[in-house]
């Protein structure tokens, strides 16, 4: 065995999934969603060794599978040398405590190993901050789960000093954690903002980039900026906000963000750590929703996508559905439609209509134009920096000014635009 190969060992895991009709769609696990999981430990650097999908009516309140199939899963981690249990399902504190000591290996749910992923992805300051807000927080209510047999028999023999006095000092400390690491974070939004400010008073559009984790989000904004930041097969790939500079028209640049991956079952205090980056969202000008048209789920990933676009209260923003991977496409019609366009990141078909789709949203009617300022009315300049794209300004007889501008601001100008007519009514032709 090779130094690096020592020095990387593998964790092999058992997956575990509950279907039960007394779960919520969402917490429900099934076959796909097994599969799914299987791909976040591979991410995460582990290894399936089994899988469990247990239907039952209704969670054990301790074991949340029942005592019976948690002796079949231990003779499978046994057999298989499993270092540790993985369940799709979410488990409350206590559960994950009872399985951790019935099964002999270290239990988690689907959100402790994303938390694990993201610690392991996150590059950036800010994306360390928020990924460990996010462990603190999950960590708190299991940190009480841990010490709940000594709430319940407060005051009992062998519950007092020490234990009391630990648990409140574990508390306090992890509370303390969570507010400084808000206020870092609340920081950063103040630095984003102050950015944002500045695109505003330069009006440059945002476009973000959104969808389901592994759609290719990272791939396209390589194929249409040459970015040159990684994209890789593999679930969460990116977490750190990426933003690159694009031209979709002669008249129209735009700022083009990629973003975090969403996913099925994501830990509702994730997303709201996650804040900091995802707000860009809320002050895009458009989305580029990419979906893996490749994908046989691609439907029920496009559904939490647009369910976790509208928690964040970005729904009535414009959005181009862009159909991924058409070049696996297996149907027999491809995706079409108003504001759907089908491409291939990867080999570049259909990124010319992307980008004349983006132009379609954002560049209505806005034209190049040359103005002619009188001096007497040069006061106008500070309003073409405020409203239009200046891009050259010469002083000669009049001022005279190149810029981008939209529609409403040409006709507010009127003949001092070059080349302009007044607007004649039917009935004066």
């Known amino acids: 065995m090779t130094e ?13 999934g509950l279907k039960s009709p007394a779960l919520t769609r969402e917490e429900n696990a099934s076959d796909a969603s097994l599969e799914e999981l299987k791909a976040l ?21 301790r074991t949340f599978i029942g005592e ?15 270092d540790l249990v993985i369940f799709d399902n979410p488990l409350s504190p206590s559960q994950q405590r009872a399985l951790t000591e019935d099964l002999g290996v270290q239990v988690l749910d689907r959100a402790g190993l994303i938390l694990d992923i993201f610690a392991q992805r996150a590059q950036t300051r800010e994306g360390r901050l928020q990924v460990e807000l996010a462990q603190y927080q999950y ?53 984003r903002s102050t950015q944002r400010q500045r695109r505003e008073k330069n009006e440059v559009p945002v476009v973000a980039i959104v969808g389901y984790t592994n759609a290719g989000k990272s791939t396209l904004l390589n194929a249409l900026t040459q970015a040159d930041i990684p994209a890789n097969d593999r679930l969460f790939d990116t977490l750190d906000t990426t933003t690159r500079t694009l031209e979709v028209s002669d008249t ?10 969403f996913i099925r079952k994501l830990p509702h205090h ?46 009535q923003t414009p959005c181009i559905q862009v159909f991924n991977k058409c070049d696996l496409w297996t149907g027999e019609i491809r995706p079409h439609g108003e504001n759907i366009v089908s491409i291939s990141a990867r080999t570049g078909e259909g990124l010319e209509e992307l ?48 810029a981008v501008c939209p529609p ?17 009514e039917p009935w004066e032709e």
């Open 4 to 16: 690096k190969h020592a020095q990387q060992t593998i964790e092999r895991a058992v997956l575990v």
């Open 41 to 61: 430990l591979e991410t995460a650097g582990g290894e399936c060794v089994g899988m469990v999908l247990q239907a039952k009516d209704a969670p054990d309140p």
């Open 68 to 82: 019976g199939k948690v002796a079949e899963v231990k003779e499978l981690v046994q057999a298989q040398g499993a």
């Open 139 to 191: 960590l708190l209510p299991r940190l009480l789960g841990m010490w709940k047999h000594l709430e319940r028999q407060e005051g009992a023999i062998g519950t007092r000093g020490p234990g009391e006095t630990q648990l409140e000092s574990d508390r306090r400390h992890i509370r303390r954690k969570i507010a400084k690491l808000r206020e870092e974070l609340a920081q950063v939004r103040r630095v």
């Open 252 to 261: 129209c640049t735009v700022l083009l963000s990629d973003t975090v991956g």
């Open 270 to 315: 994730l997303v709201d750590a996650f804040k900091a980056t995802l707000e860009e969202l809320q002050f895009a000008d458009l989305l580029l929703h990419v979906i893996d048209s490749s994908n046989p789920e691609w439907r029920e990933q496009a559904e939490v996508v647009d369910k976790l676009i509208d928690e964040l209260g970005v729904a």
């Open 355 to 402: 980008r004349q789709a983006i132009a379609r949203v954002l560049d209505a009617g806005v034209r190049r134009v040359t103005i002619h300022l009188p001096y007497d009315r040069g006061g106008l300049l500070d309003r073409l920096y405020q409203e239009a794209k200046v891009e050259r300004v010469e002083y000669a007889d009049t001022i005279e000014v190149t």
């Open 408 to 424: 409403r601001l040409i006709g507010q100008l009127g003949p001092l635009v070059e080349g302009w007519t007044p607007r004649r």
